[in-house]
């Protein structure tokens, strides 16, 4: 149990388009979903965090408008990487936190993540 | 300040050894403590997590030990396989939060 997918697992993309990246809790709840970047050999940055049919929590430095997410229900977040630059290229991972069981959880879920390289 | 400082940066250990990684923390409020294991190209995949009410836990050949007037806790792997290089991650949170707030990473390597 507790898996979460992402989709695409890799996209290449021009600059100035916009990349929509899915992030699925497939067997649990997921009351709360998390955004994360990550650049090669270093640690997950948390860009937001999400709570389903409510707005994002952005953290300090993250552009709201750039990284929009969406969290419409209790099983689907979306990243959307509107007008993307090169310095957007990135491996950008979700979690997935809430419920399992019926019972509160402190562990996150984490995807498998997706790389996102832009040209 | 909410930091987790994580050594070594990498570490090279030799088939069947023990390895070793550390974590100190500053934030007292942190009362759960995740490893997590991240494969190239990959998530990362929760190891083992302990609470602060214990000192010791230990899930097969994973063992996180933790010593909570230091603000420390470590993992030791015991008979190290090559199938264990990876990249860990300690991670600590508070209750209600939720968030993750990670160490720098540890690369570490299996030789025959």
């Known amino acids: 149990g507790a898996v979460v997918s992402q989709h695409p697992s890799w996209v290449i993309c021009k600059s100035g388009t916009s990349v929509k990246i899915e992030c699925r809790s497939l067997?649990?709840?997921?009351?709360?979903m998390f955004w994360y970047r990550q650049f090669p050999k270093q640690s997950l940055m948390l860009m937001a965090t999400s709570n389903e049919g409510s707005k994002a929590t952005y953290e300090q430095g993250v552009e709201k408008d750039k990284f929009l997410i969406n969290h419409a229900s209790l099983t689907l977040s979306t990243l959307t990487v509107t007008s993307a630059h090169p310095e957007d290229s990135s491996f950008y991972i979700c979690?997935?936190?809430?419920?399992?069981?019926?019972?509160?959880?402190?562990?996150?879920?984490f995807g498998p993540g997706t790389r996102l390289t832009v040209t | 300040q909410q930091q987790v400082k994580q050594s070594p940066q990498s570490l090279i250990v030799q088939k069947g050894g023990i390895s070793i990684i550390n974590c100190a923390y500053e934030n007292t409020a942190f009362d759960y403590f995740p490893w997590y294991q991240q494969f190239p190209g990959k998530g990362p995949a929760l190891l083992i997590a302990i609470r602060p009410d214990v000192s010791e836990k230990k899930e097969g050949r994973f063992t996180i030990s933790f010593n909570k007037s230091a603000k420390q806790f470590s993992l030791h792997i015991m008979d190290s396989q090559p199938g264990d290089s990876a990249t860990y991650f300690c991670a600590a949170t508070i209750f209600g939060n939720e968030k993750l707030t990670f160490g720098t990473g540890t690369r570490l390597t299996i030789i025959p």
């Open positions: 067997d649990f709840q997921a009351t709360t």
């Open positions: 979690s997935a936190g809430g419920s399992t069981s019926g019972l509160f959880s402190y562990e996150q879920y």
